[in-house]
Every structure is written in C-alpha cells, then in structure tokens.
C-alpha cells in the first residue's frame, strides 16, 4: 500500500483484515458453445454460456439480483457461484490452483487480506484488468486500485466492496439491560475508547437477558480493535511486527479482559454454532461494517429484522473488502472479464449496498441519496448510510502484508478464543504466537 499524507489517509476507506471463507469448484463448466479464438465460450446457438465464481462468504452479487440482472442483458450467458463461508479453507486452496494454473474458476474472489500476496506471487496466472473495456482506474479509491495492481502496472483484481465499521447492537437486549437505545445515545457511551466498550458491556452482563452476552466472540472484538490501527501486523517496510507492536498486545488483553468477565460468547466467528447464536437471539453486540448486515439478514429469524441498529464505533475502522479476478486459464476469460467489469461498477455497487449492506470501493457513490441514505431490513428506519459514510472518511489506512490472515486468525482462532475456555491471558497470547510463528516459518 503507498505511503499517504495524513489528510489523503482521512479522505479515503481503510482496508484491513477480514474474515468469511470461501471455496472452489474443480474447472469450469460451459453448457456448450463453440471455443473463439480467445478461448472463451460464445454459446453459439448451442446454449449458453456458463461463468462460474469462487467466492467466500456472503459477497450478495446472487442476494442483490445482479446475477439475475446481467443475465436478462446477456441472454446468452448464465452464472454459476460456488461459496464456502470461511477464508482459511477458501484461500490455501485457490493459491493450490493457481500455482498448478489448474481448476481455476472464470472467476475468483480475493479477500484483501490475501490480495498483497495474491499480487506479488500470483498475477502471471491472472487477467489484466485494467484493459477491459469499460474500466477506468478512477473509479476506485485510489489505494484500492493500488492494492491489486503490481510494480509494473498490471492490475490482477477489481475491488468490490470495503468495510467502514461500526457497531450494531439489538435494541431489545438494550432495552431489557437498561441501557439507552438511540443510536446516537449509545455511540455516546462508549465514543474515542474500546476500553469505555467493554465497560458498557459490564453494565450490559448486570442486567442482561438470561442466557444473553454483550458481544457475539471474541475474534469479533479483537478483529475491531485492530482494524482502527494504522500499523498491526506488518510495518511500513514490511517487517513482521505484531508481537513487539503495543497496540496488537493492547487489543489482546482487552479482549481477554471481556472474555475472562464472560462478556463475549466462547464462539469463532462464521461457524455452524455461531450462526445459531444469531438466529436465537443470544448477544447483543457486533463489530458490524456494512456486509455484516447481509450477514446477520441471512442468519437470523424473521422476528430479528428491525431490531438492531447502527451505532458510531469507539474509534474509526474498516473490516473487510474483496477483489474480484479473473484467471488467465479459465474456459471464458473475455467473458469472465466482462462480468467482473459490470459487476464491480459503481452502479452494481450501490445496489449491492442498498440490499446487501456492502460498502462501495467506488468513491463516486460516497454523495449518492441511495448510500447516505441507506436503510436496511435489519435495522428498520434507521438511516444507516451516513453512520458508514462517515466511517469510510475517517478510518485509517492499514499496512497490509501478505502473511496478515495467517497472523489474524491466529490471535483469534487459536488464542483470545482460549480465554472463554479456562486459559490465562498469558497462556492464549503465548499458544498463539507460537502457532502464528510456527505458521510464518512454513
């Protein structure tokens, strides 16, 4: 990520680690077709043409009707998606793939955490993009677009979406624990602190309804922490250096604290038993960028929409953030590139927003009435548009290095979870480096 001024850091969406999963299919179908000469499939007369995509987690292009869409303007093409929930089974998997330059999918999801080594190690498998009719650089952030694009100016991936975090939270859970619930009331409570956060939730566990929590896991609160950080994982140089940075061992012992006081559910995040703990109503709280949204609208029960809403968080940050590819091998590049074209355009990005909640990369959309002022099922009146607006123009922007999922999920996956199952804070933080080293060293 180039370096920035201070003020440009201001104006523009952080992109930082996220988290979801995601598969892939061996190959790529085609429902028959003659071959151009381009290796695409034209259809033909014979039928039409499949492109299928590799994603992780809930993307919303299928949610948002932009399948269904592109498809009634192409009628000659179908599409296809294959999705995994979780990035660490996604990921290794597409690297595989890509270094046999084999069972490749037209197109590829990259998750941003992924996408500096995706770029450095990866681009000679994948398309140019910057060369499809249609694409202008301007369209996106600026760091956006720099993210996936290498030394000499080939551009691997088209950002979909980013993440301005806030936090949601369920109004009747408040309610029941006696606290405020006004959106602009609560942010209030815990604003410029995640330490003031995590009191608010010690005010929570007093009264809360049985069998609630605060907050839904601990890698969500430490995932949140981080992400209103400049520097985490990686400095500026590209030296590893979460374990010496205060601000990562800071987050740690916050989150242990939380998880120690039982605040936060002994969950990791996009598994089978956390999307129960959403559709059964059991926590109050959620480090919630805007495709979060998409996500507690597809887990939870019809009696949860409207019932949460959109509060400022601590401090600004951004969780999350995808790059659409297209690898060089598939069976429909010239038509992969297309779809991928149409679909990270601002236009498709704002009505992925409007139904989805994913934040556009396209700064163009940023004054747009349909983002400022955005609702949500989830959220009901709420104008939520502004909350993640505002976000977007003040978090910061991360250094982000090739190995940062790798070191997230360890922090998370095999260290704060330890602490809501008996370990010390000691003990967690020590599994988890030597897990995360362990892995480095690979």
């Known amino acids: 990520m180039r370096a920035r001024t201070r003020t440009a850091r201001r104006a523009a969406v952080l992109a930082t680690v996220a988290t979801l999963g995601a598969g892939l299919l061996a190959g790529c179908a085609d429902d028959g077709g003659d071959k151009d000469s381009d290796g695409s499939s034209s259809g033909g007369g014979k039928g039409k043409t499949t492109i299928t995509l590799g994603l992780f987690g809930t993307m919303g292009f299928k949610e948002a009707g932009l399948y269904a869409e592109y498809e009634k303007l192409n009628p000659n093409i179908k599409i296809a998606e294959n999705v995994i929930e979780r990035n660490e089974n996604y990921y290794p998997a597409l690297v595989n793939h890509l270094t046999t330059n084999s069972g490749l999918q037209d197109v590829q999801a990259v998750e941003v955490a992924n996408i500096a080594e995706v770029t450095a190690t990866q681009n000679a498998k994948l398309q140019d993009l910057s060369k499809v009719s249609g694409v202008n650089k301007s369209n996106w952030l600026d760091w ?36 405020p619930t006004d959106p602009t009331e609560v ?70 604290k939380a998880a120690e006081e039982g605040l936060v559910q002994a969950q990791t995040q996009f598994q089978a038993t956390w999307d129960q703990t959403i559709a059964n109503n059991k926590f109050a709280t959620i480090a919630c960028p805007p495709w979060m949204l998409g996500t ?73 009435p349909d983002v400022t002022g955005a609702k949500n099922e989830m959220t009901g009146d709420q104008n939520i548009g502004a909350i993640f607006a505002e976000a977007a123009k003040s978090a910061p922007v991360q250094v982000i290095g090739p190995k940062d999922q790798i070191i997230q999920q360890g922090l998370t996956d095999n260290g704060v979870i330890l602490v809501t199952k008996g370990k010390s804070a000691k003990e967690a933080w020590e599994s988890a480096t030597k897990t995360i080293d362990n892995n480095l060293d690979k």
């Open 144 to 179: 956006k677009w720099a993210q996936a694009t290498t030394k000499d100016g080939k551009t691997i991936g088209l950002g979909t979406d980013v993440g301005p975090m806030a936090l949601c939270y369920r109004t009747d859970l408040f309610q029941q624990a006696g606290l």
């Open 187 to 256: 942010g209030k409570l815990w604003a410029g602190d995640w330490n003031k956060f995590v009191s608010v939730g010690e005010q929570f566990k007093k009264k809360a309804p049985e069998g609630t929590y605060f907050m839904d896991s601990p890698g969500g609160l430490l995932n949140a922490i981080l992400g209103s950080e400049e520097e985490k994982f990686y400095d500026s140089s590209g030296e590893v250096i979460y374990k010496k940075n205060r601000a990562v061992k800071a987050a740690f012992d916050l989150t242990a």
């Open 296 to 368: 507690l609208k597809g887990k939870s029960k019809p009696e949860a929409f409207g019932k949460w809403a959109v509060a400022v968080a601590p401090k600004s940050a951004n969780w999350g953030g995808s790059f659409l590819t297209v690898p060089s091998s598939g069976k429909n590049v010239k038509e992969a590139e297309k779809l991928v074209a149409w679909l990270t355009a601002p236009e498709q990005q704002v009505k992925l927003f409007k139904v989805q909640g994913s934040f556009p990369s396209a700064p163009s959309t940023y004054t747009s």
